[in-house]
Every structure is written in structure tokens, then in C-alpha cells.
């Protein structure tokens, strides 16, 4: 190898080191400047995705300039995330680096941590003191209260579903049998001044407050959730709180005050899978989510609960879940419909009579958000179920506009897409007019999770509107009145219904 004074002595007679290094660094910059210049002309020129394959969501779209919007400064981060989420290439990118995040963590008997996960959950989430519970005039609550501990079962350390759970003879009609009893009122002394009792606490939200700031994006709350993948499952730990479950609540009510006696109010709080499927050894990492449903019903005046945990929880062996994705399985989505359909009194198909369809190869988002290999290396059978009374479905963009007629089922998706079978897309409304002739006209503002539970519903009502809680653009109430709906379900997951899906609620109710 040559030495320091032999390379001296090859530099070229009139150049000094110093001259020779700087021409280097020069040839560096350019070349760097030149990579850095074909990469930003290919971000301007290139064609932008509108959707992503892997992450089964459209992606964000070009804002329209307003001068209103660049003075709010709302133009310039709209346009800053349509710029950052519509990279060319999107998906071929994420998926080159989908197998770098498995070299970042540690997989301990066939179980890896994906995100930041706090050793406790980030909220001190405790139920709020109430000592005297809220008028209602719904039937009694059919769950334990939330102050009984929870359900505890075998620790699970493979994929097998949760074992040991708890007999229950009808989790849907069953009424608590307990009689509550008032703790005897004790009189101050004769002798005494009389104690001034301390004014009843009502609940903590009487009235949601009206929204003012940015609603958060969906897709971004789901990311920054912590994910356990156990074996060939990937859970998503869950953050809610008890005071977001009660301004949930409160919605629902002020929803039943203006729609009056004549509409028949439902809340479904849908349980994610991390209310079955989490080890015990791992509770720390997640919020209550099972303690929050409950909680919610205690709370509802007017209004009527499904209890789609106790519905589903009979059924846990069962495939209620998607492995590889955030959703239910549209078996879980039946057991819930149909503990809605028996609560509302209306008629309800039997699976049997539904024609089944399966998609083998089937990954979900879930790996979209970790780019874990062992659940791409582990595609699963999605399955769906169509309805085979007779029916017609029409679609509207966000305000009613620009109707079509079309299918409820949109099978020509790809299998990565499989989700989106039912009703194709979150932002459009649903119009479904079916054969049962029962005068009742149903309304569902619904998550992505309402989307695969409406097809078990065509069965049971005459009409049925579907809208999304995020993109429905006219005021609810009015809409509801406009079309005679008698009966109206809010149906969203828990990380919505008891975290941050009360603003988008409040938006559709006070617009």
C-alpha cells in the first residue's frame, strides 16, 4: 500500500494537496446536488398515488387554495401533508423497507412490541366518582359495574384464543338481578348544627362541547398506537379514557334530546381485539377498554346500549378478529348485528341463508403499520358473507350530490383491499331500500367497522342510511328528520367512541 509521501508524490506538478482536496469537495457537492435535483424533479413530475395498496386507505388530496386558508395557515399544512403522503412510488418504497423494522426489535417466544409503548398506560385512567347515577329510562344495564374487577383469564402465549371464559346465558337480554341498595343516611346529632350536604355530582359531561379546533387524522391515531404481534396475531394496544367515554356519551344524549321519543337512539361501542386477545402479563401496556364500554352505558339517557362485548365474547374461539388487520372479522360483525336486531325487534337472517365467499392470502394493515415479516409470511382467509333477500343500493358523495346506483358489495377489489368489499369507500353516503316491508327506516353513523355489519342488516329494516363519522358533510339531526328515520345507531370502535372520535360526532350534530 502506498504511503502518505508516495501519494504526495503522484499529485499532479502545479497542484498543490490543498488545491486537490478542494477540487474534491467540489466534485462531491455536485454530485450530491445532482442526485438531490433528479430526486426533487421527480417529486414535481412524477405522477402522485391517490390511494395506498399497502396501508388500504386513500391518501391525501390537493388542497384547493383560498386566500381565507393561507392567511388560517390551514393551506400550508394541508399542502405540506398532501406532499409528504403522496410520495411517487409510495407503496413499492414502504415495501422495500418493510423488512428493516424486523432488525429493530427483539421477538421473545414468538412475541414482538412495535412503537414507543409506555411501561404504563399514559393516561392515570381511572372511573370517575359519581354518587348518584344518572336518570334514565332505558331498561336496566345488562353489564357488572365497572367497579367489579375484570374478567380474568389463562395467560395466552400462542395464537390460540382466549380460554376459560365466563358462562353467560344471554349476554344480550339478560338484565343484572342485583338490586342496588342505597348506603343508609345517617342524621347529625339533635344537638348539632345541621351538615350541609354537598351538592349531587352529576356526570362529569352533561352536554358535549361544540368543536373548534382541527379534527385529528384518523389514519394517524391508529400509527401511533403501540402493536403487539403475538405469534401470527398483531394486537393494537388501546389508550381511551373514561373522560372521553363520557363525552361519547353525552353526544349520544344531546342527539336523543333533539331527535325526541319518536327515534329510537342506539350505541354500539364495538370492542377491538385487544379486549380478548391480550395476555394478562401485558395489561400494563393497554387502557380499560372493557371497564370504558361499560362505563359508557351507565351514562346513556334515552338512548339504548348493545353490548357487543358480551355478544361476541361467547364467541372468542371463533374468528371475530382478522389477524393481520385492525378490524373485526365480519363473523364478529354478525354476532354484534345480531344482538342489535334482537334489542330493536326486528327480524334477523340465520348465517346460514347467506352465500359465503372467501379470499385466501389475505394481510391486513397491520402490517402496513409495522412491516412485521411473520405476518406478511402469514396471509390469512378473509371471508364475507352476502345477503340473499332482495334489495337495491344507491351512493352520494359527502352532501348528497352526484348520486349512483351500484352494489353493496364491491368484489372486483384486489384481495389486499379486501375490506373495502363492503360499500367500496368511507366518504360516500349509503342508501339502502330492501324487501322488508316493517316501516322502519334506519340511520348508522359508523367507523370502518360499521361498514362490514351492514349487509347483515338488510334483512331487518326498510331503509337503512349509512354515513361516516368523519366525512358526512350536513347536519344529522336534520337529515334524519328530513327522512323519517325511526330508529338511529352510533356503531364505532372503542379507540373512537372512547378517545377521539366525540368531535367528528359533535361536528354531524351541531353543523
Known amino acids: ?296 352505558a351507565t351514562l346513556l339517557q334515552g338512548a339504548t346500549e348493545i353490548n357487543a362485548y358480551a355478544a361476541l365474547l361467547p364467541h372468542v374461539k371463533e374468528n371475530i378478529y382478522t389477524r393481520t388487520d385492525h378490524h373485526w372479522s365480519t363473523l364478529g360483525a354478525y354476532y354484534a348485528t345480531e344482538a342489535f336486531a334482537k334489542k330493536a325487534g326486528v327480524p334477523f337472517a340465520p348465517l346460514s341463508t347467506y352465500k359465503k365467499i372467501e379470499r385466501e392470502g389475505y394481510v391486513g394493515t397491520m402490517y402496513a403499520f409495522t412491516g412485521d415479516q411473520v405476518l406478511k409470511n402469514n396471509p390469512e382467509t378473509f371471508v364475507y358473507y352476502k345477503p340473499q333477500n332482495d334489495y337495491s343500493v344507491e351512493y352520494f358523495d359527502r352532501n348528497m350530490q352526484n348520486g349512483f346506483a351500484s352494489s353493496l358489495f364491491f368484489d372486483w377489489v384486489d384481495t389486499p383491499n379486501s375490506y373495502l368489499v363492503f360499500i367500496g369507500s368511507d366518504d360516500r353516503v349509503t342508501h339502502i331500500t330492501t324487501d322488508c316491508k316493517n316501516g322502519r327506516r334506519l340511520f348508522v353513523i359508523k367507523d370502518s367497522y360499521g361498514n362490514a355489519l351492514v349487509p347483515f342488516l338488510t334483512g331487518s329494516f326498510e331503509e337503512i342510511w349509512v354515513v361516516d363519522f368523519r366525512y358526512f358533510e350536513l347536519n344529522a339531526v336534520q337529515f334524519m328528520k328530513d327522512h323519517e328515520i325511526t330508529d338511529f345507531m352510533v356503531s364505532m370502535c372503542a379507540f373512537f367512541s372512547c378517545g377521539t372520535g366525540v368531535g367528528y360526532l359533535e361536528s354531524m350534530r351541531t353543523k
Open 1 to 296: 500500500m502506498a504511503n502518505k509521501k508516495e501519494l504526495n508524490n503522484k499529485i499532479p506538478e502545479g497542484l498543490s494537496k490543498e488545491r486537490l482536496e478542494r477540487r474534491l469537495d467540489l466534485v462531491r457537492v455536485i454530485c450530491l446536488g445532482t442526485v438531490m435535483a433528479v430526486v426533487g424533479i421527480g417529486l414535481l413530475v412524477l405522477e402522485r398515488p391517490t390511494e395506498s395498496l399497502a396501508e388500504k386507505r386513500k391518501l391525501a388530496e390537493k388542497p384547493a387554495f383560498s386566500l381565507s386558508a393561507v392567511l388560517d395557515g390551514s393551506y400550508m399544512r394541508q399542502m405540506t401533508k398532501y406532499y409528504t403522503d403522496t410520495v411517487p412510488y409510495r407503496d413499492l418504497l414502504v415495501d422495500l423497507g418493510a423488512s428493516v423494522p424486523e432488525y429493530l426489535g427483539v421477538r421473545v417466544d414468538g412475541v414482538k412490541i412495535h412503537g414507543d409503548i409506555p411501561v404504563v398506560p399514559p393516561v392515570d385512567d381511572k372511573p370517575p366518582v359519581i354518587t348518584e347515577p344518572p336518570v334514565t329510562t332505558d331498561a336496566p344495564v345488562t353489564t357488572e359495574p365497572v367497579t367489579e374487577p375484570p374478567v380474568t383469564t389463562e395467560p395466552v402465549t400462542t395464537d390460540t384464543p382466549v380460554t376459560g371464559e365466563p358462562v353467560i346465558t344471554d349476554p344480550v337480554t339478560d338484565p343484572v338481578t342485583e338490586p342496588v341498595t342505597e348506603p343508609p343516611v345517617t342524621e347529625p346529632p339533635v344537638t348539632e348544627p345541621p351538615v350541609t350536604e354537598p351538592p349531587v355530582t352529576e356526570p362529569p359531561v352533561t352536554t358535549a362541547p361544540p368543536v373548534t379546533e382541527e379534527l385529528p387524522d384518523v389514519n394517524d391515531i391508529l400509527r401511533e398506537n403501540g402493536i403487539i404481534v403475538l405469534n401470527k396475531r398483531a394486537i393494537m394496544l388501546y389508550y381511551g379514557s373514561y373522560d372521553a367515554t363520557a363525552r361519547y356519551a353525552a353526544s349520544v344524549n344531546e342527539y336523543k334530546k333533539a331527535l325526541g321519543d319518536k327515534v329510537n337512539v342506539w350505541s354500539m361501542i364495538t370492542p377491538t381485539a385487544v379486549a380478548f386477545y391480550l395476555p394478562d402479563k401485558y395489561s400494563a401496556y393497554t387502557n380499560d377498554q372493557k371497564g370504558h364500554i361499560e362505563y359508557a
